[in-house]
């Protein structure tokens, strides 16, 4: 039997991780899988999805929750595969969300007091910015990823042209406009400069290299180095980490301060509080986990995979009847 050709686009697919990034894998598949000669991107999207996901959530009390819930169906039922894969990637993703409740010092939206290193409720600005950062670092490490795949091909040309350029003109523009406002010393925002221009005079150039003519190479090129405000736009749409991080806060803190107003009148009061508290706690849970979940894989989806995955791949079927009642290994 001969092996599969490298590129053969027929080759089925089955993907292979350890216990913690195999949950991954169900949103991969959500998606598309990877061809037979494409990188698995399950491991290259796990710990962005985590954090993105953690940040959105972003409580101790809810990762809590989520953790011990989610750990008692796994111990207590028996699942079948798809199901125990949904309910284990819910246990991962409670870590970093306590992870993160712990840095803004939120639980249950505030209900217990404890020191933060962020407050989302009076640091918007500094959440909007840490968004930001976390968007760029995906967004370069995507296409440091893209670079790699060239390389890996044997393409450097390729790898300079479609990735190296990019990174000077991104990281250039972004040095060279903040700066003076991060202090960065008037050598190294030359060098910025300099080195944004040099970007964009490549992309002009060799972004179109594949078209003989060699004014329409040029005026590809140009529009190509338009493709900026793309990059401008794939940017701000991280900030939804910070606006659903401050919605659930701020919900949390709402429900909190109506349990408090109605604890102080009465028995009755008391009671409604703690019914209106665990109701609306859990539902703010809820929403928070759903946002997360589906703008967590936005971001992978459009701003992420956008820069190295194609996907296409056909997924491996084993050779035996899908059980129902029954379960072989």
Known sequence: ???????????????KNNSIITPFEEIIKT???????????????????????????GDFGYGLVMLILSSLV???????????????????????????????????????KFPALIDPGSSSIEMIIVSLGFGLVNILFGLGLKAFIYLRKGD???????????YLTLIGA????????????????SAAKYGMIIGIIGIILFSARE???????????????????????????????????????????????????????????????????LVFQMFNMFLSGLSGYVHAMR???????????????IPFQKFRAQEKFFRIK
């Open 211 to 277: 078209n003989q003519n060699k004014k329409a190479r040029l005026a590809w090129g140009l529009y190509n180095v338009y493709g900026i405000t793309s990059y401008i736009g794939d940017l701000v749409s991280y900030t939804r980490i910070a606006a659903l991080c401050l919605s659930g806060a701020f919900i949390g803190y709402a429900i909190n301060l109506i349990c408090t107003m109605l604890g102080g009148i009465g028995i009755i009061g008391k009671i409604a509080s703690i019914v209106i508290f």
């Open 299 to 313: 971001l992978v989806y459009v701003e992420y995979f956008g820069k190295f995955y194609e996907g296409g791949g």
């Open 156 to 166: 450097k040309l390729s790898a300079l042209y479609d990735v190296g350029f990019w």
């Open 174 to 189: 972004i040095l060279f406009l903040l700066g003076p406002k991060i202090g960065i010393s008037d050598i190294w925002g």
């Open 74 to 112: 796994l111990h207590k039922v028996k699942l079948k595969d798809g199901t125990k894969k949904f309910i284990k990637l819910f246990q991962v993703l409670s870590i970093p969300t306590i992870i993160a409740g712990l840095i803004f010092g939120s639980f249950f939206g505030g209900i217990v």
């Open 31 to 57: 998606y598309s899988l990877p061809r037979y000669n494409e990188l698995d991107p399950t491991p290259l999207m796990m710990p962005f999805y985590c954090v993105f996901f953690g940040v959105m959530m």
């Open 1 to 15: 039997m001969k092996p599969a050709v490298e590129d053969d686009r027929n080759v089925p697919v089955i993907l």
